[in-house]
């Protein structure tokens, strides 16, 4: 199955790096002016970061880089990811953090054409639906 982004397909082998980093319990730790310990602990529901990265071995061709730039230009816009194993995420792309887009062409030339290959790091946030 493909990844998508939106319309977008991005390269099958495209890795979550930061799947795993990221919890939806929040704590606070503080204490009381008799020195009692007081824990209050919850539950996020939203905000999990989606960092997608080719790294040096997967590519995406530049007509499919422009289009993400397009969909990234885009103030506000949301779409949904979907994941090789049919996993979906309402996401945005994390300005915040940016760039939100950071590609890198695979070699340098003077002329850069649609089929040029580009490895990328897409930076994402979950956001409500």
Not at 33 to 39: A, D, E, H, P, Q
Not at 51 to 65: E, K, M, P, V
Not at 76 to 105: C, Q, Y
């Amino acid at each position: 199955m493909a990844i998508t982004l939106g319309s977008i397909t991005l390269p099958e082998d495209i890795e979550w790096v930061d799947e795993y980093k990221w919890s939806p319990t929040v704590e606070t730790n503080t204490y009381t002016l008799t020195g009692s310990l007081v824990i209050e602990t919850a539950t996020r529901q939203a905000g999990r970061p989606i960092t997608l990265s080719s790294g040096d071995s997967t590519w995406i061709l530049r007509s499919g880089l422009k289009s993400l730039k397009t969909l990234a230009d885009t103030a506000g816009s949301t779409m949904t990811l979907t994941l090789n194993d049919a996993r979906t995420f309402h996401v945005a792309f994390r300005h915040v953090d940016a760039p939100a887009i950071d590609a890198k062409p695979i070699t340098w030339v003077k002329d850069y054409t649609d089929t040029w290959p580009y490895t990328i790091t897409i930076k994402l946030i979950e956001v409500p639906t």
